[in-house]
């Protein structure tokens, strides 16, 4: 199954123009699934990112807005994509000029894969105690 989600992952990068990279981390910052473009910068692919969501998630629902699912960063020559699925973060890194629209709607597809994920996650960590 893991091989799978690999070669799924690896699709979606050329079902975007731009998409460079597709990363699913827990909220610590572990990598459990990336696909990455040949082009794309290594200080993207770092786990620091999704670490870096979940503070800012976490202060984001501080607002009194509730719990956010999502946060669109743009840069001059980038844009990060993030969405809190459950224990799991996916990223989305992508060229500015990406449609954003169809890295969001891409995010909201990709809910159900991180959700077998985590619960096998949750399985595997219950076995273990």
Known sequence: MAEE??????????R???????????RDGVVLLRATA????PPFT?????C??????DQASKLGL???????????????VQFNHSSLITTFVANSSANTGLLLELG???????????TALHE???GAL
């Open 38 to 41: 040949p082009n794309c910068t």
């Open 108 to 118: 909201s597809e990709l809910e159900s894969v991180t959700q077998v994920i985590a």
């Open 5 to 14: 989600l690999v070669v799924h992952f690896e699709k979606l990068l050329t």
């Open 66 to 80: 509730k719990k956010n699912k999502s946060i669109v960063s743009v840069y001059g020559t980038y844009q990060l």
């Open 16 to 26: 975007v123009d731009g998409l460079l990279s597709a990363v699913v981390t827990d």
């Open 46 to 50: 770092e786990s620091a990112l999704g």
């Open 52 to 57: 870096t969501f979940a503070l800012a998630s």
């Open 124 to 126: 595997r960590q219950s």
